[in-house]
């Protein structure tokens, strides 16, 4: 059967020359070939290392900016061949055979990850890891050149498959660093994924590849030994087989037997670093350091990680990350029940089980949320203003950009100039918050706040300013707020302190009724824009064809006319703000 030529795939294969190739990848031809004949291999990438987690170090080869521009397009274009080839091989038409219909590779693809590379081994007998030793570097020069030649998705001409090849390849080889190295291993490692899965589903194993990492998994009773044998006079010690190393020595690749290991149901079973026995999850250990940590640092503000044999400090925004991840793991784990524990045959076991995993998603969205509600409202660098919606910060940091030197504290001149201010991010973890669009959700966070930083212990260093319309639903939240914390809003002031580092601002604008903040802005100015035949509306339900609301007011308008914008009436606002930011300043020097 002739191979199916798909439209990404042709826009590459029919290149013959190098105009061809830099109006494939919109360059300009000069721009193109300075990076593959000009510059000096020298110029071309920034060398350096960084520690494993497993020892040792890892080098880096990070391309310069233009080469970087350029393999970043190249492997955009390589991602959507390989996606359609993948999609034809699990729809079944690849080559016209059903041999593989699962994805394979999980590595460095939208949509997948190391959470779905570990959902294909959950609940095994049997899940047995290696992986192939110095994967970059093992694929040389020639390797790339002869796949874009000779793959039946391309069969490059072969001064363009040696130009992909210059591109791509440092030192003879793919360089860790380059946007184009993930892809291309997944090219030049598919059709050893091919040749494993074919082994893998003769013994009646699950196989994935993750970059470098191999993994098979069965419930067989014994597990196939052409892919890993128990070493003779041992019960536990399990290496490769001999099926295995044929097929990735002939592949080009070599496996690393120090990564070898076989994880049998009765311990802990893990697969690119996530325990799959019953659901896939973070480790015990791993999860319970992060939870030490974030005591550290909600008790003292300071957490610490242990690096090369010493302690040393942790930023915050590294442990966010780690629980970030915890988060995005615990979102997406599979219930999935052990063949022995089955809901119908086991069904007190299946409970105390579906209770313990409740109890733990509970304790761990405690543990988040206050994560979010430290580095959100405590422990912040820059004062955090809080707007009714997204649009309301986009707006006030473009007046800051524009006239930012008449307030010192909103806004610093050096280099490009620096807003001093943070801005609320209305995001899809808004639960963790409390705080949705609109002024509503303000009121429950307002009265709750003392017990949202209960759980820190140091002083915020920082204000947090909330802002609300100067309508009703912004009144009756001063109001609220006035109420709940004994201050009289409705003795006119720029803003007012609440309680802890929280402040709020009505949005000023004298002799108004009811005020938004798109009435700060000149109305006949307002009045006067238009995308096309359409006008600007404030409501948030309206006719597209006839108006255009908030974003694109922001995106099409704002932005690009702001240093012709008159500003003036966000001056009370932005006076407002630093007089709030003064006042916190002031608090704390009085403070023991």
Same mark, same amino acid.
């Given at each position: 059967?002739?191979?199916?030529?798909?439209?990404?795939?042709?826009?590459l294969?029919?290149?013959?020359?190098?105009?061809?190739?830099?109006?494939?990848?919109?360059?300009q031809?000069?721009?193109?070939? /300075?990076?593959?004949?000009?510059?000096?291999?020298?110029?071309?990438? &920034?060398?350096y290392?960084?520690?494993?987690?497993?020892?040792?170090?890892?080098?880096?080869?990070?391309?310069?900016?233009?080469? !970087?521009r350029?393999?970043?397009k190249?492997?955009?274009?390589?991602?959507?061949?390989?996606?359609?080839?993948?999609?034809?091989?699990?729809?079944?038409s690849?080559?016209?055979?059903r041999?593989?219909?699962?994805?394979?590779?999980?590595?460095?693809?939208?949509?997948?990850?190391?959470i779905?590379?570990?959902?294909?081994?959950?609940?095994?007998?049997?899940?047995?890891?290696?992986?192939?030793?110095d994967?970059?570097p093992?694929?040389?020069?020639?390797?790339?050149?002869?796949?874009?030649?000779?793959d039946?998705?391309?069969?490059?001409?072969?001064?363009?498959?040696?130009?992909i090849?210059?591109?791509?390849?440092?030192?003879?080889?793919?360089?860790?660093?380059?946007?184009?190295?993930?892809?291309?291993?997944?090219?030049?490692?598919h059709?050893l994924?091919?040749?494993?899965?074919?082994?893998?589903?003769?013994?009646?194993?699950?196989y994935?590849?993750?970059a470098d990492?191999?993994?098979?998994?069965?419930? &067989? &009773?014994?597990?196939?030994?052409?892919?890993?044998?128990?070493?003779?006079?041992?019960?536990?010690?399990?290496?490769a087989?001999?099926?295995?190393?044929?097929?990735?020595?002939?592949?080009?690749?070599?496996?690393?037997?120090?990564k070898?290991?076989?994880?049998?149901?009765?311990s802990?079973?893990?697969?690119?670093?996530?325990?799959? %026995?019953?659901?896939? %999850?973070?480790?015990?250990?791993?999860?319970?350091?992060?939870?030490?940590?974030?005591?550290?640092?909600?008790?003292?503000?300071?957490?610490?990680?242990?690096?090369?044999?010493k302690?040393?400090?942790?930023?915050?925004?590294?442990?966010?990350?780690?629980?970030?991840?915890?988060?995005s793991?615990?979102r997406?784990?599979?219930k999935?029940p052990?063949?022995?524990v089955?809901?119908?045959?086991?069904?007190?076991?299946?409970? !105390?089980?579906?209770?313990?995993?409740?109890?733990?998603q509970?304790?761990?969205s405690?543990?988040?949320k %206050?994560?979010? %509600? /430290?580095?959100?409202f405590?422990?912040?660098?820059?004062?955090?203003?809080v707007?009714?919606?997204?649009?309301?910060?986009?707006?006030?940091?473009?007046?800051?950009?524009?006239?930012?030197?008449?307030?010192?504290?909103?806004?610093?001149?050096?280099?490009?100039? &620096?807003?001093?201010?943070?801005?609320?991010?209305?995001?899809?973890?808004?639960?963790?918050?409390?705080?949705?669009?609109?002024?509503?959700?303000?009121?429950?966070?307002i009265?709750?706040?003392?017990?949202?930083?209960g759980?820190?212990?140091?002083?915020?260093?920082?204000?947090?300013?909330?802002?609300?319309?100067?309508?009703?639903e912004?009144?009756?939240?001063?109001?609220?707020?006035?109420?709940r914390?004994?201050?009289?809003?409705s003795?006119?002031?720029?803003?007012?302190?609440?309680?802890s580092?929280?402040?709020?601002?009505?949005?000023?604008?004298?002799?108004?009724?009811?005020?938004?903040?798109?009435?700060l802005?000149?109305?006949?100015?307002?009045?006067?824009?238009?995308?096309?035949?359409?006008?600007?509306?404030?409501?948030?339900?309206?006719?597209?064809?006839?108006?255009?609301?908030?974003?694109?007011?922001?995106?099409?308008?704002?932005?690009?006319?702001?240093?012709?914008?008159?500003?003036?009436?966000?001056?009370?606002?932005?006076?407002?703000?630093?007089?709030?930011?003064?006042?916190?300043?002031? !608090?704390l020097?009085?403070?023991?």
């Open positions: 059967m002739p191979p199916i030529v798909t439209q990404s795939s042709s826009r294969s029919n290149v013959k020359s190098l105009d061809q190739l830099a109006a494939v990848l919109g360059e031809t000069k721009v193109l070939s /300075y990076w593959l004949y000009k510059a000096e291999p020298a110029r071309k990438y &920034e060398q290392s960084i520690p494993k987690k497993s020892g040792g170090w890892r080098h880096i080869s990070a391309p310069r900016d233009g080469l !970087k350029i393999q970043g190249l492997s955009r274009l390589l991602a959507e061949i390989y996606n359609d080839r993948e999609q034809r091989r699990v729809n079944g690849f080559d016209g055979s041999t593989s219909p699962y994805v394979l590779a999980h590595g460095f693809k939208d949509k997948y990850s190391i779905t590379n570990a959902q294909m081994h959950v609940g095994k007998r049997f899940v047995f890891n290696t992986d192939l030793e994967f970059f093992s694929i040389s020069f020639g390797r790339v050149r002869s796949f874009f030649r000779l039946t998705d391309f069969r490059l001409d072969p001064a363009v498959a040696t130009m090849a210059q591109l791509t390849c440092f030192r003879n080889q793919l360089p860790q660093g380059a946007p184009t190295s993930p892809i291309i291993s997944n090219f030049i490692g059709m994924d091919i040749k494993l899965n074919k082994m893998a589903r003769k013994g009646n194993c699950s994935t590849r993750y990492d191999l993994t098979f998994s069965t419930n &067989e &009773e014994s597990f196939p030994p052409a892919i890993a044998r128990l070493v003779a006079g041992t019960t536990d010690e399990w290496v087989g001999d099926g295995l190393l044929a097929r990735v020595y002939a592949s080009g690749f070599r496996v690393n037997h120090d070898s290991r076989m994880q049998v149901a009765s802990r079973q893990d697969a690119t670093g996530l325990t799959v %026995n019953r659901t896939v %999850n973070v480790s015990a250990t791993y999860y319970k350091l992060a939870r030490a940590m974030c005591d550290h640092l909600f008790t003292g503000g300071t957490c610490h990680e242990m690096k090369g044999g302690w040393t400090v942790l930023p915050p925004h590294r442990l966010q990350g780690r629980l970030d991840f915890i988060y793991v615990r997406s784990r599979l999935i052990l063949d022995h089955a809901k119908k045959q086991f069904p007190i076991e299946y409970m !105390k089980r579906e209770a313990l995993f409740c109890d733990q509970k304790a761990f405690t543990l988040y %206050n994560m979010m %509600n /430290y580095m959100t405590h422990g912040i660098e820059k004062p955090m203003i707007g009714e919606g997204i649009t309301d910060g986009l707006y006030i940091r473009a007046a800051i950009k524009t006239v930012g030197p008449a307030y010192p504290k909103l806004y610093h001149p050096s280099g490009d100039g &620096e807003v001093l201010v943070n801005f609320y991010k209305h995001t899809d973890k808004r639960k963790f918050y409390q705080i949705g669009e609109g002024a509503a959700p303000l009121r429950s966070f009265a709750e706040y003392p017990k949202l930083m759980r820190f212990k140091t002083k915020p260093k920082q204000p947090v300013i909330l802002i609300v319309d100067n309508d009703k912004g009144r009756d939240v001063l109001k609220a707020a006035g109420s914390w004994q201050k009289d809003t003795v006119p002031s720029p803003f007012y302190h609440l309680v580092n929280l402040y709020i601002i009505p949005l000023p604008k004298p002799g108004a009724t009811d005020v938004c903040i798109e009435d802005f000149d109305q006949t100015w307002l009045a006067a824009q238009n995308i096309g035949a359409r006008k600007f509306t404030k409501k948030n339900d309206f006719d597209s064809a006839t108006y255009f609301g908030k974003a694109d007011l922001v995106g099409q308008i704002v932005r690009p006319q702001r240093a012709t914008i008159d500003w003036s009436g966000f001056v009370p606002l932005l006076e407002a703000v630093q007089g709030a930011i003064s006042d916190y300043e002031v !608090k020097s009085l403070t023991p």
